[in-house]
């Protein structure tokens, strides 16, 4: 199975995994701490905030421009998580779930009409990732362990 494949299927099983999840949860389990900084939909929106980051960073290469040291994700991306914390909150929870699948329907679409040879890890100083599967079943595990079996 090539690279390009791997990611894909991986990118689609998570995704599948977050709408399972999302379908199941009711408007009150939204709402529910996952942590002490956030919400089960903000969390979702957390998911929802990164796969907009790649699909900007989709954009700029899909229409030529280059990529600059600016579109780096830096290594410490606390400050970034924080900053947006009050703003994901703000969404209405139910919203915030739906935008996430939205959201992430239209990355996985866009990271799998992407030459691989255009992206990491091909291209080892490109900031796109075509990999969104990870950084999603990082934050599902976390909802999961944090509700139980949902």
Do not use: K
């Amino acid at each position: 199975m090539s690279s390009e494949a791997s990611y894909v299927d991986a990118n689609d099983r998570e995704r599948a995994r977050m709408r399972g999840i999302v379908e199941r949860l009711t408007d009150e389990q939204l709402q529910l701490p996952v942590n002490e900084f956030w919400t089960v939909a903000g969390v979702l929106g957390h998911i929802a905030f990164w796969d907009a980051r790649a699909l900007a960073l989709a954009d700029r290469l899909e229409h030529g421009r280059p990529f600059t040291p600016d579109d780096d994700e830096p290594e410490d991306v606390d400050w970034i998580n924080d900053a947006t914390r009050p703003l994901i909150h703000a969404i209405e929870p139910r919203r915030a779930a739906n935008v996430a699948l939205d959201l992430a329907e239209e990355t996985d679409r866009r990271m799998a009409s992407i030459d691989p040879a255009r992206v990491y890890p091909e291209v080892p100083d490109s900031p796109l990732n075509p990999v969104r599967a990870s950084h999603r079943g990082e934050h599902l595990d976390d909802i999961e362990a944090a509700l139980g079996s949902v």
